[in-house]
């Protein structure tokens, strides 16, 4: 960050640095503990996590407002003027990331309710993926590192591509045993909150992009979750579910 004539407005944006650091972090440790609780079935430590929430929404609150006067008593230009816009854009997606992060908590609540499937063991690896895709990504910000954000950026399509994997999975339980359908159900919305949350976080590699270099990313971004186009046939004629696509 560069130095100003007016150390108290470097002060200021260093303190909204520390801000986003400290949303992004809580949300990765919610994102965490949520997925600790659903590999132990521990539903006292998910609705924790659920009411965990109100602080990080509070947080984005509290970044918006600061920003808000930022912008207003500093006027800043340039890479100061970025830096603002980045850290509302920024705390938008981490909200988005805690909120996905207490619906995986909700989820694993009433999965506790259901014995344990075969499939559930993916939903840890998933999560370390994006955990490290947060951790990596909040470096990148830190750093200024548009090579390290461009390399959170595309290991998205690895994230969609588990998730896919994990959705055909789970619709083969669901049809070989209507019983699987409930906790099969809860284990997608689990996986898709997951997989939103890596769409959430590239979204902050995108803006760390544009924060350093002044602009927007043209690279089309890679995208790998084809379960949209997934086609399961009844279960009354014995097939198993196929891909499909648009026609």
């Not at 929430?53 to 609150?61: P, S, T």
């Not at 009844?234 to 499909?244: C, D, I, K, L, V």
Request: negative net charge.
């Amino acid at each position: 960050m560069s130095e100003h004539i007016v150390t108290s407005y470097d002060a200021e944006l260093s303190r909204l640095n520390r801000m986003i650091l400290e949303m992004g972090g809580r949300a990765e440790s919610q994102l965490a503990a949520a997925v600790n609780a659903f590999s132990r079935r521990d539903a006292t430590l998910a609705a924790t996590i659920v009411r965990q929430d109100d602080y990080i929404d509070a947080l984005e609150a509290e970044i918006d407002d600061f920003a808000v006067r930022l912008l207003a008593l500093r006027q800043p230009f340039a890479i100061d003027l970025r830096m603002v816009i980045a850290a509302i854009r920024i705390a938008s997606d981490i909200e988005r990331i805690a909120d996905y992060a207490a619906n995986v908590a909700k989820r694993t609540i009433a999965l506790t309710k259901s014995p344990p499937i075969g499939p559930e063991k993916v939903v840890p690896r998933i999560s370390g993926m994006v955990e490290a895709m947060i951790r990596d990504v909040l470096d990148a910000f830190v750093e200024r590192d548009v090579e390290k954000a461009h390399a959170v950026w595309r290991r998205d399509s690895e994230v969609d591509d588990v998730y896919t994997s994990l959705f055909r999975e789970l619709l083969t339980y669901m049809m070989e045993d209507p019983r699987n359908i409930g906790p099969c159900t809860h284990l997608l919305f689990i996986a898709k909150n997951i997989e939103r949350i890596g769409d959430h976080t590239t979204n902050i590699a995108e803006t760390i992009h544009y924060l350093v270099r002044g602009e927007r990313m043209v690279e089309e971004r890679p995208k790998s979750d084809t379960s949209s186009f997934e086609v399961v046939a009844p279960a009354s004629q014995g097939s198993a579910p196929e891909q499909g696509g648009e026609s």
